[in-house]
């Protein structure tokens, strides 16, 4: 038994050893890294937008914990068909290097936009506020119409009609100057700036050209919405 101290730290070497390469190569690592070598591939490939309001999420499914995944001295590789890459679910092909193996991964694509939205209920007229509305991530292919990105872009807005919690704010349900609303009408003649006032006509948002009537002359004429109390008009 004078050996036995010594055979002892054999077998714990080596345990130690067997402890080791399970910590690397467990099913579940190794799993984790056939999705990470799908979802790597399709981040690379798929084209993005590069506006700042719109984030691109990719994700892959996870892996049957049943399948047996022979050893693979080289980092996984995937593909993809030029078509499959053009979905929202790509089906990706995983493989070893140098050998036959492969696996089919699904990837889930989705492009999601910030947009403001009502937090809650908004009756028709009311000037939307800061604790009415919140900014949200929404599927792009949910969206049927342009959106708002900052809430701080409808200062002096108001809804046209009731609007529900959770509904995105379109363009088409807002009005920065409202048919009726007392706003000031400006010009620029030569360097001189002249101000009138008016009567909006037509409903318009920023940038819109609406119809306005000049309150002294009673005239009518078309203007830019310039802010929630200002129209211009180029002479």
């Known amino acids: 038994m004078k050996n036995f101290p010594s055979i002892l730290r054999t077998l714990t070497f080596f345990s130690l050893i067997a402890v080791f390469n ?10 984790e890294a056939i999705r990470s070598a799908a979802t790597e591939f399709v981040t690379s490939q798929v084209s993005t937008d590069n506006s700042s309001t719109v984030h691109t999420e990719v994700s892959a499914a996870k892996v049957d914990p049943r399948i047996q995944v022979p050893e693979c001295r080289q980092p996984f590789q995937a593909s993809a068909s030029d078509n499959s890459l053009t979905q929202s679910n790509v089906t990706v092909r995983v493989y070893c290097p140098g050998s036959n193996w492969f696996l089919y991964v699904m990837v889930n694509v989705q492009q999601k936009q910030d947009v403001v939205v009502a937090k809650q209920a908004v009756s028709p007229g009311e000037l939307l506020n800061q604790d009415q509305l919140e900014v949200i991530r929404l599927d792009v292919n949910q969206l049927r119409s342009s959106t708002y990105s900052s809430i701080e872009s409808l200062s002096g807005a108001r809804s046209k009609r009731r609007l529900r919690a959770g509904q995105p704010i379109e363009p088409s349900l807002l009005c920065y100057v409202c048919k009726g609303d007392n706003v000031v009408i400006s010009a620029n003649v ?5 101000k009138a ?3 909006a006509e037509q409903d318009g948002n920023i940038g819109d050209t609406i119809r306005i009537e000049n309150t002294s002359s009673r005239r009518q004429i078309d203007a830019t919405v310039i802010s929630a109390s200002e129209v211009a008009v180029s002479i």
């Open 197 to 199: 006032s008016g009567i």
């Open 22 to 31: 399970s910590a690397i190569a467990t099913p579940e690592s190794v799993h």
């Open 190 to 194: 030569n360097g001189l700036e002249i």
